[in-house]
């Protein structure tokens, strides 16, 4: 499955990705994302720790306003 970087305030988002079958990593910082298929933010700020500004191959997804199974869904059609 995909590598996913999820911000660590979205424990609830990394539980049902995990249990997907993804390789889901914490968020700590700009070089986290780095190898991610994916990466997943709480929106709360747009550019967490630099993630908007680094270098990803995949989608970053702003999980405002997104229940765990809205994020989990959109995550699965970028990473297809």
């Excluded at 609830?12 to 997943?40: F, I, P, S």
């Amino acid at each position: 499955m995909a590598r996913i970087g999820v911000e660590t305030t979205l424990s609830d988002v990394k539980d049902a990705l995990t249990e997907m079958g993804h390789h889901v990593v914490d968020l700590r910082g700009a070089e986290d994302a780095a190898y991610c298929d994916c990466c997943v933010i709480s929106g709360q700020d747009k550019d967490v720790m630099g993630v908007m500004q680094a270098e990803i191959a995949g989608a970053v997804i702003n999980a405002q306003g997104m229940n765990t199974e809205e994020v989990c869904n959109v995550v699965n059609q970028k990473v297809v």
